[in-house]
């Protein structure tokens, strides 16, 4: 290795020098910990309890309804309140939410309806506060260390991708989904003592300082950040390219509990392991970005990954093994890592600072919209095959994606 490529390595990684954000990061760590194994479980348990794609893509829809209706306010009080103080109430929800799970199934007291409820609390504190968290970041590293530092951020989470479905399913197979719920509240416990450990010093937004807190106010707020997306083409563009890439392949996460068994015959274990094979994938991708991009052709590469997550899925739809799903998995986490993280660095890299959290919850949106595509796929893989689904899924994202190359040049020009 060069100077040269030594020197470049050790810049990829310069933001982990910064105490706050390395403070952040393991919060970071503890909260998508907590989200993955969540999803795992309650994905787990509804398809063992009912059978149906259809039950687990109206469970992706109800968790939908508050980060539809709720983002848009959690992005204006990110802008108006403490991020910090966000960020920890919705570890403190969180956590309390899925500590009710595992003591009821304790209990043997745990219902579908039950799990339907817990999943509108999951939506409505997503909505919340994952705005504000990703609005700290610009407030904890240097200018020049934001594309790092999102970048880590993304990594940390393709991390917990790996760890925490690994750990879950297991756990759930040997020992049952309570054990599995009670390791999901110690991630969350763990997120917050470490964002509670954040040194974080909020710094005052001009536009949004002494703003009345009516509703008034607040959706003019909401009116204003619309005005300035209009007038901002590169945010635009992003943005609509994210959401509509998003409801269609991702839908994809919630569809695979029912696609293990259905397909391979498997259980809580192989479904751990399918995710966390995925997540090695996002993992080797977040640090492909974190390694190599700089501030030139990111149009180009955040439509490559696009591309490559299309291919990864088409892949898994017509795998004939486990062994060659998971080489699918594989590719279909770089690509999402890649798509994922080059989205939010651009939106980072492009937004005033006043306009940030409004910007990011709407950004977030993508997660519902996301969620009613796995609704609706799911209703279509009872009728016709998890298979077809996959498939139809990853020719829609090709098709999105090469639309946006031809017919929109803008993307090609961004860096």
Known sequence: MTVSQFSQLHESFSALKI???????LSAVGNSGGMQLQ???RGYL???MTGSFAMLGLLSLLQSIPLLTLSMFGGVLADRMSKKLLVQIGHVVSGINVLVLAILLTQNALTIEILAITAIISGGTISIAMPARAAMIPHLVPKNSLTNAVILNGAS???MRLIAPT??????AVYGPDLGYFLNTGLFICGFIAIACTPFVQEDVA???NKENTIKSVLQDIKDTFTYLKNNEILKLVLITNVLVTMVVMPYLNLLPGYVVDIFNGGAGKLGTLMAVGGIGAFLGSMIIATTTRDKNRGILFMFYNILQAIGLGLLAISPTFFLACLSMIVLGIGSAGRIG???VLIQSYVEDAFRGRVLSIYMTQWSLFLIGA???GVMAEIIGVKIVFALCSLLTLGISFVIILFFPLMRKID
């Open 157 to 159: 989470m393709q991390v």
């Open 207 to 209: 536009n949004n300082k």
């Open 46 to 48: 509804v398809y063992d």
């Open 39 to 41: 999803q795992l479980l």
């Open 19 to 25: 105490k706050q954000f390395r403070w952040f990061l």
């Open 342 to 344: 080059l989205s939010q």
């Open 167 to 172: 750990i879950g399913g297991w756990a759930t």
């Open 375 to 377: 609704f609706l796929f």
